[in-house]
């Protein structure tokens, strides 16, 4: 089993603006307290960009903007990997609205936002970062599935890679037990060799079971149960422990990712 | 550099040129193009669009039928030919279920369901119908589910939708996983199905042609819309065999524009260098290019910049949206295997519909299919977003 090096994080949900607010939390020296997301415009980007931005793609490039926050590495080197269950369906519901009328009026900022690796785009753009970019989803597994991503880039093709896990809550119309109803994005930067900056080793394996338990926090626990994204919650609370431990992150068929946390 | 070579064990492809992987071959070779005047569903539309014939008449096995969607419907008629079925069984047998990864791309996945969903709401409540299931066929993991459901494969897996290159970066995605030793086989692939978003979506940002469309040409004006499903079965390469294997990929971005690449071709020239560059070819050793050809005036113009930059002068090279249409997401795959059948059956294919090659554009286009010896192939593919992938086959190095 092969292993990578965290170096940084964020986060964003509602009462969690950043990830020192969401590690307190974690361990249990700060109460949770719900509070709506403010409002985030990346300085780094053209007006024309930031104005058409979605909440979903704000939500993405928020905490990603945390996680590279210290400017070490440089945003434009490092490769990034977005991965969310839903999408935006606000998007696809203005489409799929404007196509039940007569004259199909859809928005070509809509259609241009419609695709799945946007959020990748609007920030390739504001990084003026050229290394490679991937947006995936795998349904329960997206968190498992983006970090095997994450881990095998910087494995194979050893360049510093950014995950970034998000999921934006259904527009009323598609609400069902199968969408979320609260907003979560993370962000973690790894390297495959240790830096002076590094946090923890982290060794990442598939296995035959699934999570076995939950988060300490009974209200992060919510969070994690109702938001896909948020099942990184598991990892993130081995960094705010700061101990050598493990997480399972759920994939398909009671399968999981196991995940050995060791301090740096 | 790749430390071993990844050989395509079986593929299939089927797109509006017909099922299976061999009528795709016929059609290249005997100029017999895909397109058709826009007839899909109540789109009303001057355009040209690759339809696949039978995709309505496909039925979903009952225990699987949560998926139903035009899309799914695409990837099990597809995955029917060429007894490609078989062969993942056989690979199923070899290697353990949960010892093969499924990587495959899609753009729009199966939103058709969406818009039918939408134009069924009750007209007091706006409630969407009892049969709509969002889960199981517009979220982008819905044809990676069906499929790991259908042929019982339980190893890593994800769907990549990254627009128009998300069924080639499948390839690299699927590499590295098997390098890490996640996996011992991987079924790549991807399907993207016709739907009112996209013939609209594109028709709204003035990028649909009303004529087939024509890359290289300088009279394009846009492109023309396809479907299309495909995948291929990758293992290790073993010494003696004389599979066609992937030799090389390269990624990169853009950061230049969401819906516009960059003029000078900057992410795509990266790209094609870093598939170069991992294959350990030159550009010499390419025989044949597989543009990613779009026929929208922007599209080509830094397409071609970016293949003055690598090549300087490039070897044959052509598109076959001209044939097939755009198929977005499944355009990738598509690609690769049409690259495959170049080296397999010894042609390069031509650039239906285009008659003017643009003066202003690299001079030496394929026009007509024409037979000729293809060992190595470059295969570009370039998104929305500022996604880019290039691809390189080729029979392995001895």
Known sequence: MNSVYLQAVGVVAPGLPDWPACRDVLCGRAVYKPAPIARFSPTSLPVNERRRMTPTIRLALQAATEAMQSGTPDPATVATVFATCNGDLEISDRICDALSLHERPVSPTDFHNSVHNAPAGYWTIGSQCHRPSTSLSAGVSTVAAGLLEAVTQAWCDDHPV?????????????????????????ALLIQRRQVAESLAELRVAPVRRSVTRGLQSAELEAIRLNNPAAQVLLLLELLAMNTVADCVLPCPDSGGLLVEYSPC | ?????????????????????MATV???????????KCDFDTAELDTWIGRVDGVEDITLPQSLRRFDCRNNRLALLALEQDAFTDAVSSCRRRHGAARIGIFLGTSTSGIHATELAYRAREPET????????????????????FVRELLDIRGPTQAVSTACSSSAKVFASACRHMQAGLCDAALVGGVDSLSLTT??????????????????????????IGEAAGFALLEWDTAGSDDIALLGYGESSDAHQIATPHPKGTGAAL???????????????????????????TNDASENAALHRVFGIPPAFS???????HTLGAAGITEAIISCQAITHGFVPGTMNTRQPDKSLSDGIVLDTRDQEVGTVLSNSFGFGGSNCSLIFGRPHR
Not at chain 2, 279 to 295: C, E, F, K, M
């Open chain 2, 319 to 325: 598109s076959t949206k001209g044939w097939t249409g």
């Open chain 2, 271 to 297: 790209s094609m260098q870093l598939a170069l560059h991992k294959s350990a070819l030159g550009g010499r050793d390419i025989d044949y290019i597989n543009l990613h050809g779009t026929a929208t005036s």
């Open chain 1, 162 to 186: 950014e995950l970034i896990v998000y999921d934006q809550p259904a527009p009323p119309v598609l609400i069902s037990r199968h969408t979320n109803t609260t907003p979560f994005a993370a």
């Open chain 2, 126 to 145: 706006g409630r969407l119908p009892a049969w709509f299931d969002l889960q199981n066929t517009q979220l982008i993991f819905s044809v990676v589910d």
């Open chain 2, 199 to 224: 013939l609209y979506g594109f028709n709204a940002l003035q990028l649909v042609s009303t004529r087939p469309c024509r890359p290289w040409d300088q009279e394009r004006d846009g492109i023309s």
């Open chain 2, 1 to 21: 550099m790749l430390k071993r070579n990844l050989s395509l064990k079986a593929y299939t492809l089927t797109n509006s040129l017909g099922h299976g992987e």
């Open chain 2, 26 to 36: 016929s059609a290249l070779r005997e100029q017999r193009g895909g397109l058709r």
